[in-house]
């Protein structure tokens, strides 16, 4: 009898334990969001450069707006390292040569319009630090949480206030956060590889731009007459 008891008992432990690392890594959904590629949003301005995920990596670009985005170079790209200039070119860094290059490559065409030797030494900011932090100082925070994951806007000499909360499984993060240019909208890339694209005081809620980005790399936001990376000097 006792035998039985501890078999049984043993067989309620072990369901119970199959049930805890089902409901942990396999049950919690993620996060689901409304498409922008579905429903474009014309109140959304510029365009957004991102790497897709794959091999070999590809440059892509989408209007910000919403709706199919387009596939300019694969192979070439460093991930990671985007930008563009005030006139509306996108930058990479291009490794296969033997003098590094920064590549401004024409978003409608995704042609090399011009090249700029790299110093990889001092590597210019393509990731603008005004995508981070605001001209009022506002910053955005992601908490590196997986799981329950945030983005938060800090204002100066105030608390983080949460403009982005999402459940998901525990692997799940929203890797980065930054600015619009004009500081009215926020983009996020998310562990899935999904960029994300919600209002700067978190309404409306988050929308999906782009499916299959890196996750892991930035994407970054041009608005026509907004200042970019200048690679003079």
Known sequence: MKRAVVAVSASVVVIIAVLVVVLVFGVIPLPDYPSLADHPDASIPG???????????????????????????CGVVEMGTLGWTSDGLIITIDFSSSTPLYLLVDPASGEIV?????????P?????????????????LTD???GTTTVKVRLPNQDPVPILTADGPHDYSFTTATWSPDGQWVLVV???????????????TARVLV????PWMNATWYIPGYPGVDLGG
Do not use: Y
């Open 190 to 204: 998310d562990s899935e590889g999904r960029i994300l694209v919600v209002g700067e005081n978190g309404t409306p």
């Open 47 to 73: 365009s957004v450069a991102f790497i897709t995920e794959g091999d070999p990596p590809c440059l892509g670009v989408v209007s910000a707006s919403g709706g199919p985005s387009t596939e300019l170079r």
């Open 114 to 122: 011009d090249t700029v030797p790299a110093d990889v030494n001092e």
């Open 211 to 214: 499916q299959s980005a890196s």
């Open 124 to 140: 210019k900011p393509l990731v603008w630090e005004s995508q981070s932090t605001r001209a009022d100082g506002a910053v955005l």
């Open 144 to 146: 590196g949480a997986r």
